[in-house]
C-alpha cells in the first residue's frame, strides 16, 4: 500500500490510465459517432457486430491492423513514420493535467492551462509533417490548408482563455474547477456579472475546438479527399487508424477543457457528492454536442472558414477581452 | 455594414434552430427495417418476372402458345411453343422460356395475352452467381409449384 | 465573391494543368466526364466530355413497333419517368387524336407531381451530400419512401415507370392510393417546413451558395436552358403555361421564379416546386372523376405520315419528343430533346473562373441526371 501511493508509481498509474482512457475513447467514441449519427438519421447505426454492434471497433481495429503498412518510395520515412505519433501523444499529454476529480489528477501543475495549449499545438505541427512527408503536390497543399485553419482559430481560443483567466486568476486547472463549487449557477459559464458575454465566449471556444480538431462543419481537409488527396491519403492501415484516433482524443481533450473552464469540471450542479461522475456526465454531454454539430450541418466552403475566424471571431473575442477587463478594473479592482 | 453585423447573430440563430430538428428527430423511433431478419409486404401489383396461370379446372396451364406475348416483348425474351391435342380446340403450351437477363418488366405480355395465362410473380430474391439461373423454364416451374410441399 | 471579377485581374497563367473530374465520382452525378483546365484553383475551362452511357435510345426508336418503345422512356430520365411516359404517349395521341378519358388525364398528373416531388428529393439529397450535410439524405429518403410506396401499389415498379398507354393507363387506381396520397400531402407540408428550417435557412449553406454560379436569363436563351436553371434566373417559363398540355389548364398552381441566377435561386426554386406539386396533387385529387381509364385505341398502330411532336415540363426542364412517321408500323425517327443537355451545355461558360468546389457546388445546382444527358 505504502509503495503504491509513492509519487513515482502513482504518477505512472495515472499516465498508464490516462492513455488507456484515451486508447477507449478513440474507439468507442468512433461506435457512438456512427450510432449517434444513425439515430439522428432515424436508423439504427451499426447493429450487426456483436449485440447491438459493440464489437464495431474491435472489428474495425483488427482490420486496421491487418493491413501493410506501406511506407511510399521517396518520402522522408523517419518523419512518415513519425507524424502519426506526434498527433497522437499531444493529447494524451495534456490529459495529464486535466482533473478528473479533486484527487484524481495525474500531475497537478500551477500551469496547467499554459501547458495545455503549448502542447495542444504540436499537433498541428503534425498535421504539416504527414504533409510533408507524403510526398505528394495535393496532400501539401491540404496539410498547409489545415494548419492555416488550425492557426486562424488558435487566436480566438487564445483570447477566450485570457477573458477567462482574468476572471479566475490562476492557471492551476485544478483551483479554477474549486473556485465553481456550490451550484450551477457558480460555474464559469453563468459568471454574467464578471463578464455579460460569458456564454459568448464559451460559444466562442466551442467553435474553435471543433476548429482546431478538423471536425464538421470545419472538416475540409478530410473532405477535400473526396476530389484531390487529403494529408494523410499515403498512410495505409494503422498509421491512417492513429491519426482518426487523434482526431478523437483531441476532441476528448477539447470536451474535457471546455468542461473544466467553464462547465465546473467535477462540481455537481446542486452542491452534493462532486466527483468523477459529474466531469464524465458533462464531458460526454459535451462529446455528444460535437456529433451533433457534425450530422446536423454542411461543410464551410475554406475561405467562409479562414473569414468566420478572422472577420468574426477574433473581434467579438477581443471585444469581450476589453469588456472583461474593464468591468474587472471598474466593479471588482 | 449594419446589415452584417445582424448577420451573425441570425445566422448563429438559423444554426440552433437546425440543431433542434435534428435533436427532435433522435429521439423519434427507427425508419428501417432490419432485412432481412424482417421483410415489408409486398403490394399486390408489384412486378417480379411472369409465371404461368393454371387453370384449377384441368390442372394445366392456360396458356395456348398463340405467341402474342412472344411477339409484343420488346426485348425478345419469351419462347413460347405448343402441340395441338387430341380432342381440343385450341393449342397447349410445352415450352416458355423467358430469359429473364433481358426483360425490362413492361408488362407488353402480361397486357396483350388473350387468355389471362401470365402474371407477375413476387419474386424478388434473385441474386445469383451464374447467368444460367435467369432463364426461367415457366413450365417446369409452374409443375414444380403444383407438387405438394 | 465574384469570381469573374477575380479572374479579371488575374495575370495570365503561366501553368496550366488539366484536372479530369470523372466520369467516376464519389459524389452521386452519374458518369460525367469533365476535363477541367485549371489555373492553380480557377478553373479556366471546363469541357464535358459526354457518351459513357449512351444507349441509343433514339435508334432503338426507329427499330421496333411504337408500343414497344415505351419502357425506353422510363429509362431516359429514370428519376422522372413518368413524364418521359408521358410525352411519348402524348406524341402519339396527338397523331392518331386519340381520346384520352379525363379520369385518366387526372391520374397521370397527380403520378406525374409525385414523380416530380420524389425527383426533387433526390436532387436535394445529393446536392446536399455533395456540400457536406449528410443528414438530409436520409430524411429525404424517408418521404420519397411513401411516393414510392403509392406508385408501386399502383404501377408495380419503384423507379422506371411504364405506366401510361396510348390512350389511358395500364390499369386504374383505388382507393387506397386516393386515401395514402391525401395522406401523403397532409405529411408532407409540415416535412417541407421541417427541411426549410434544417437546411434552406441555414447559414452555412447560405454562405455557400448564395452569389455562386450567377447565370443570366440571357444565357440560359442562348443556350435553351430550362426548367429550374431559366426559373432561377427570373424568366417564367415553363411548359404547362407555354404549352399546355392534359388537364393543367384546369387546375391553379404558380410557377416558382427567383431573379438571382445564383444557385440558391436555384435551389429554391426547386424547394418551391415541391410546395406547388402538393397543391397540384391536392386540386387533382378533389377533382379526380369517375370514369375509365382506357379510351378507344386502334388495334393496329400506324401513325399517318408526318412529323409531330409533344413537350412536357420534366423535373428537369422542357422535354420534348419529336417522332417522323412514314406510315409504318415503326417511327421513322425519334427525337428527344432532354433538358439535361441543355443545362449542360452552359457549364463550360458559366464555369470559367470559379474555385473548383464552386464549379463543382454549380454543376450540382444544375440538376443534371447523365442518362438524360446522354440517352
Known amino acids: 500500500m505504502n509503495f503504491l501511493t509513492t509519487e513515482p508509481v502513482r504518477l505512472l498509474l495515472s499516465l498508464l490510465c490516462i492513455m488507456a482512457f484515451v486508447g477507449l475513447n478513440a474507439a468507442y467514441l468512433v461506435l457512438a459517432e456512427r450510432k449517434g449519427a444513425g439515430r439522428f438519421q432515424r436508423r439504427p447505426g451499426p447493429n450487426e457486430a456483436g449485440y447491438g454492434g459493440w464489437l464495431q471497433p474491435v472489428a474495425d481495429v483488427v482490420k486496421l491492423l491487418s493491413k501493410q503498412l506501406i511506407v511510399p518510395p521517396g518520402t522522408d520515412a523517419t518523419l512518415f513514420r513519425l507524424a502519426p505519433l506526434m498527433v497522437l501523444s499531444p493529447a494524451m499529454m495534456c490529459l495529464a493535467v486535466v482533473p478528473f476529480s479533486e484527487t484524481l489528477v495525474a500531475r497537478n501543475i500551477n500551469v496547467g492551462l499554459l501547458m495545455v495549449f503549448s502542447f495542444g499545438s504540436i499537433s498541428v505541427m503534425a498535421i504539416m509533417l504527414s504533409g510533408w512527408a507524403s510526398r505528394n503536390k495535393y496532400a501539401i497543399i491540404s496539410a498547409a490548408r489545415v494548419v492555416s485553419q488550425d492557426v486562424a482559430y488558435e487566436i480566438p481560443m487564445l483570447l477566450v482563455v485570457i477573458t477567462l483567466l482574468m476572471m479566475t486568476g490562476t492557471m492551476d486547472l485544478n483551483e479554477i474547477v474549486r473556485q465553481q463549487a456550490g451550484g450551477f449557477w457558480h460555474w464559469n459559464f453563468f459568471k454574467v456579472w464578471a463578464n455579460p458575454l460569458m456564454p459568448v465566449t464559451f460559444v466562442i471556444f466551442f467553435t474553435c475546438m471543433l476548429a482546431e480538431t478538423n471536425r464538421a462543419p470545419f472538416d475540409m481537409a478530410e473532405a477535400e479527399s473526396e476530389l484531390v488527396a487529403g494529408a494523410f491519403t499515403e498512410y495505409a492501415g494503422m498509421g491512417f487508424g492513429v491519426f482518426f484516433m487523434a482526431e478523437y482524443a483531441n476532441i476528448v481533450l477539447g470536451c474535457s477543457l471546455a468542461t473544466v473552464l467553464f462547465f465546473g469540471g467535477w462540481q455537481s450542479p446542486f452542491g452534493l457528492w462532486p466527483g468523477l461522475l459529474w466531469f464524465l456526465l458533462k464531458l460526454y454531454a459535451l462529446i455528444f454536442t460535437v456529433i451533433w454539430v457534425r450530422w446536423t450541418f454542411p461543410r464551410t466552403q475554406f475561405y467562409g472558414l479562414l473569414n468566420l475566424s478572422w472577420k468574426i471571431l477574433i473581434p467579438i473575442s477581443l471585444f469581450t477581452l476589453l469588456l472583461s477587463s474593464a468591468m474587472l478594473k471598474i466593479f471588482h479592482a | ?149 | ?375
Not at chain 2, 411477339?71 to 425478345?76: G, K, Q, T, V
Not at chain 3, 426508336?61 to 413518368?82: C, H, K, M, V
Not at chain 3, 399546355?244 to 416546386?273: H, W
Open chain 2, 1 to 149: 455594414m449594419k446589415a452584417s453585423l445582424l448577420e451573425v447573430p441570425r445566422g448563429f440563430w438559423s444554426l440552433l434552430v437546425g440543431m433542434r430538428v435534428t435533436l427532435g428527430q433522435f429521439f423519434k423511433p427507427v425508419v428501417t427495417v432490419p432485412y432481412p431478419r424482417k421483410t415489408l409486404p409486398i403490394p399486390a401489383r408489384y412486378r417480379g418476372h411472369i409465371e404461368l396461370t393454371l387453370d384449377p379446372e384441368t390442372g394445366r396451364p392456360l396458356c395456348t402458345a398463340c405467341k402474342l406475348c412472344e411477339r409484343a416483348c420488346p426485348s425478345d425474351c419469351i419462347l413460347v411453343d405448343g402441340v395441338k391435342r387430341e380432342g381440343e380446340k385450341k393449342k397447349s403450351v410445352t415450352e416458355y422460356h423467358l430469359d429473364f437477363t433481358k426483360c425490362s418488366l413492361c408488362g407488353a405480355c402480361v397486357e396483350v395475352c388473350p387468355c389471362d395465362a401470365i402474371h407477375f410473380s413476387k419474386n424478388y430474391n434473385l441474386a445469383s452467381t451464374s447467368k444460367a439461373d435467369y432463364t426461367f423454364d415457366l413450365v417446369e416451374r409452374l409443375k414444380a409449384g403444383k407438387k405438394p410441399s
Open chain 3, 1 to 375: 465573391m465574384t469570381a469573374s471579377a477575380d479572374i479579371a485581374r488575374r495575370p495570365e497563367p503561366q501553368e496550366t494543368f488539366v484536372l479530369n473530374v470523372g466520369p467516376q465520382h464519389p459524389a452521386a452525378h452519374g458518369v460525367l466526364r469533365i476535363k477541367m483546365t485549371m489555373d492553380g484553383e480557377y478553373v479556366m475551362r471546363a469541357e464535358p466530355v459526354l457518351g459513357y452511357i449512351h444507349r441509343m435510345h433514339e435508334k432503338m426508336g426507329e427499330n421496333r413497333p411504337w408500343a414497344q418503345f415505351l419502357p425506353n422512356t422510363g429509362r431516359i430520365d429514370y428519376l422522372s419517368a413518368l413524364h418521359y411516359n408521358h410525352a411519348f404517349v402524348g406524341v402519339v395521341e396527338r397523331a392518331l387524336r386519340l381520346e384520352v378519358p379525363p379520369r385518366a388525364e387526372f391520374i397521370r398528373v397527380i403520378t406525374s407531381e409525385l414523380n416530380r416531388i420524389s425527383s426533387h428529393l433526390v436532387w436535394w439529397s445529393a446536392f446536399l451530400l455533395d456540400l457536406g450535410g449528410f443528414t438530409p439524405l436520409l430524411y429525404a429518403f424517408d418521404d420519397r419512401e411513401k411516393i414510392l410506396d403509392l406508385l408501386e401499389s399502383v404501377t408495380g415498379s419503384r423507379l422506371t415507370y411504364c405506366y401510361f398507354r396510348f390512350g389511358g393507363l395500364c390499369n386504374d387506381v383505388d382507393d387506397a392510393f386516393v386515401a395514402g396520397t391525401r395522406a401523403f400531402v397532409t405529411r408532407m407540408r409540415p416535412r417541407l417546413k421541417m427541411y426549410r428550417d434544417l437546411v434552406t435557412d441555414n447559414i452555412i449553406l447560405r454562405k455557400r451558395l448564395e452569389a455562386i454560379g450567377p447565370i443570366s436569363a440571357e444565357m440560359c436563351r442562348r443556350y435553351g436552358a430550362t426548367g429550374p436553371v431559366i426559373r432561377g434566373s427570373g424568366l417564367p417559363y415553363d411548359v404547362r403555361r407555354a404549352e399546355p398540355y392534359s388537364v393543367y389548364p384546369q387546375l391553379d398552381f404558380e410557377i416558382p421564379t427567383f431573379p438571382e441566377g445564383d444557385s440558391m435561386a436555384r435551389y429554391r426554386v426547386r424547394m418551391a416546386e415541391l410546395e406547388q406539386s402538393l397543391r397540384l396533387i391536392a386540386q387533382a385529387l378533389d377533382k379526380l372523376p369517375a370514369g375509365p381509364v382506357m379510351g378507344k385505341v386502334p388495334r393496329v398502330l400506324k401513325l399517318p405520315p408526318g412529323d409531330y411532336c409533344y413537350a412536357v415540363e420534366a423535373a428537369r426542364g422542357r422535354f420534348m419528343v419529336r417522332v417522323v412517321s412514314d406510315g409504318k408500323d415503326n417511327a421513322y425517327r425519334v427525337k428527344l430533346r432532354t433538358p439535361s443537355f441543355s443545362n449542360l451545355s452552359l457549364y463550360e461558360e458559366a464555369s470559367k473562373g470559379m474555385i473548383l468546389p464552386d464549379a463543382l457546388a454549380l454543376l450540382g445546382s444544375l440538376d443534371l441526371v447523365i442518362p438524360d444527358i446522354d440517352r
